[in-house]
């Protein structure tokens, strides 16, 4: 929680002095990616930071990273005993490497079975350390903040990358057989062949790996990203989500459109080394132009909160596609999507 009052009091001190370095203190955007992503969705709820910032835009990550007070508890009781101390004066006391392997423990424990805290069990992407809805920084859950009106006059845009789960997968053993999938998907749903079905109807000849890799995709990133988009409907404000689909042939193709992908072509740095590796070498006249696509769709909504492409709404549920070949879809994967109604 500490981190996000750090980032509204940032945002105060942008709104007191940003007029001396020619900034406009009434046309403030905040964006950001994956863990900035979710501060972004979480600072929407943020008492503290109201009337601080005027857009903001999430890319791949949303509201669902919140523990609740007795969540928090379990999770400092489990960092404590694997740290091997008890009270305050004892943490004080640890060493920071000490402090950082516990945290490795618990994070390992949490990954392989989130259910400990209460969370959806399978589900990957269990994070050791989340803002806590204390009821007073944070004085309720995020998604229910905004679906109640938060933030009703900041316009919004999110989105995630299709494949976004590969970048991760790079550090999974694989090898998963359709019985192990099967199990896997049942610990979340209650039932595995229905959905390895709707994963499969566009991905026929997709391994178990590749299916399970595109369920942690929508688990982590999509689907609450999703979630958060029908909140803000729900309380009529202005939102606009992407799909960002282009895949990458770098690391000989299997990391497709992955996590962070985006980023260098929302900041137009393709030419840079760092960005060349995970683009697969140097890139032609038509990644430039995605790049200059995405960053117009960017500047204009930071300018004018609309970046170009119809709001969406529950009916037609419009996301901007970002590839080689930009088009507006229509509740994109719709079947996968179905698929988590009353899981998440």
């Given amino acids: 929680m500490n981190g996000l009052l750090d980032q509204a009091a940032a945002l105060a001190w942008v709104h007191d002095n940003i007029a001396v370095f ?3 203190p009434n046309n403030v955007t905040i964006f950001g990616e994956s863990a900035g992503a979710m501060s972004v969705s979480t600072l929407l709820a943020i008492p503290a930071a109201r009337g601080l910032f005027h ?16 969540m928090g508890a379990a999770m400092t009781e489990q960092f404590m005993e694997k740290l091997g101390v008890s009270g305050l004066d004892g943490l004080l006391s640890a060493s920071a490497d000490d402090i950082a392997k516990a945290a490795t423990k618990v994070e390992a424990k949490l990954y392989d079975d989130p259910s400990g805290l209460g969370g ?10 989340q803002p806590v809805v204390d009821g007073e920084y944070l004085p309720t859950n995020p998604l229910v903040a905004v679906a109640n009106g938060d933030a009703v006059d900041v316009p919004f845009m999110t989105g995630t990358n299709l494949d976004e789960w590969n970048l991760f997968a790079l550090m999974s053993p694989g090898g998963l057989d359709d019985p192990k999938l099967l199990q896997r998907l049942e610990r979340i749903f209650g039932s595995g062949h229905p959905v390895r079905d709707a994963y499969a109807a566009d991905r026929p000849d997709a391994s178990p790996d590749d299916l399970w890799n ?13 979630r958060l988009v029908e909140a803000r409907a729900n309380a009529s404000t ?15 193709g299997v990391v497709k459109s992955c996590h962070a992908l985006e980023i260098p072509f929302v900041f137009g740095v393709l030419g840079n080394q760092g960005a060349e590796l995970f683009l697969g070498g140097p890139v032609g006249d038509d990644l430039r132009e995605l790049s ?4 117009d769709a960017w500047l204009s909504f930071a300018r004018n909160g609309d970046p170009g492409w119809p709001a969406w709404n529950a009916q037609t549920r419009s996301t901007q596609r970002f590839d080689v070949e930009r088009e507006l879809l229509s509740d994109p994967m719709s079947l996968e999507r179905l698929v988590w109604d009353g899981v998440l």
């Fill in 22 to 24: 020619g900034g406009d």
């Fill in 55 to 70: 857009k903001a835009i999430a890319q791949s990550g949303a509201a669902h990273n919140t523990f609740t007070p007795a």
């Fill in 120 to 129: 959806p069990t399978g589900i990957a992407l269990a994070m050791a350390f």
């Fill in 214 to 226: 595109a369920v942690l995709t929508d688990a982590t990133f999509r689907i609450p990203a999703i």
């Fill in 238 to 252: 202005p939102t606009w989500q992407y799909l960002f689909t282009w895949a990458t042939p770098a690391f000989g």
């Fill in 292 to 295: 200059v696509a995405m960053q």
